[in-house]
């Protein structure tokens, strides 16, 4: 049976973020809201053997609080691989945390490898124990027994720290792709990062049994308008789950059986259990994900 377990629900910053005082992460500080760590997925077929969608910087903490991912003998991890979709900081910086020596696959398309190859201290996660598999977009590779993967391209743009004077944040190619899980003929989607929702996106997921997908923001101009930035979602490669072009009515009519959000930033008012935005994306059928949850399908 396939399981999913979020180890963490937020975008990068997590909930709260070091250096914000914002109702979110004041009210996460102080116990009033969940808190919550930074965008990572586990999933596994048998419970024992685990492949991490995306490692985040607070892998250390995720596998400390998950029983299932702890090592099982002197030097072990169930662990078998970690699964890159883009090579944002959120979802790479993790694999330093990963460089004991400890043998497992590390996949990306080629384009994340070059990133990763191209960065000195990722050499310190050791090729010879950590093969680097690259992942051809659009072809099913095997991640564990009974559980496949294929990436594919959605619109977003390249990691922040690699952007240059002028950034296309709709771009389709191996820099920001989701993962289409396939498991005992359930077709599951992860896709933690998304700039919009092409019709050709809304082709794939029709009928999934289940789609993880980007929550980072309620509105587009959340963040400036709460003063913490002068960056729109769509100018970070976020499509927005409110309004006419975001996610909640994009996806609402595709026939999807079970829809959560992760990745969610910590300005987003969704954070908020008691908010009217939570209400109004669970009455359209979503779930919000938080770090702990665990799904079986
Ligand atoms: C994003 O999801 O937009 C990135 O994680 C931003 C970042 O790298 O901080
Ligand atoms: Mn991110
Ligand atoms: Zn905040």
Redesign the pocket.
Known sequence: MFKALILGAA???GLPQWNCGCENCNLARTGQIPSSTQ?SLAVTMDGTSWVILNASPDIRTQISANPGLHPRSLRDTPIAGVLLT?G????VAGLLSLREGQPFSLYATGEIHEVLAANPLMQAVNPEHVPRVPIALDEPVTLLPDLTATLFSVPGKV???MEGETVQTDLEGEQTTGVHLQAGGRDIYYI??CAAVTDRLARRLRGADMVFFDG?LWRDDEMLAMGLSHKTGRR???ISMSGRDGSISALQDLGIGRKIYI?MNNSNPVLRPASPERAEAESAGWTIGQDGMEITV
Do not use: E
């Not at 944002?88 to 979802?91: A, G, L, P, T």
């Open positions: 975008a990068g910053g965008s883009n944002d900081i959120d979802h990691p922040l720290y933690p990062g980072t970070m490669g976020h990745h």
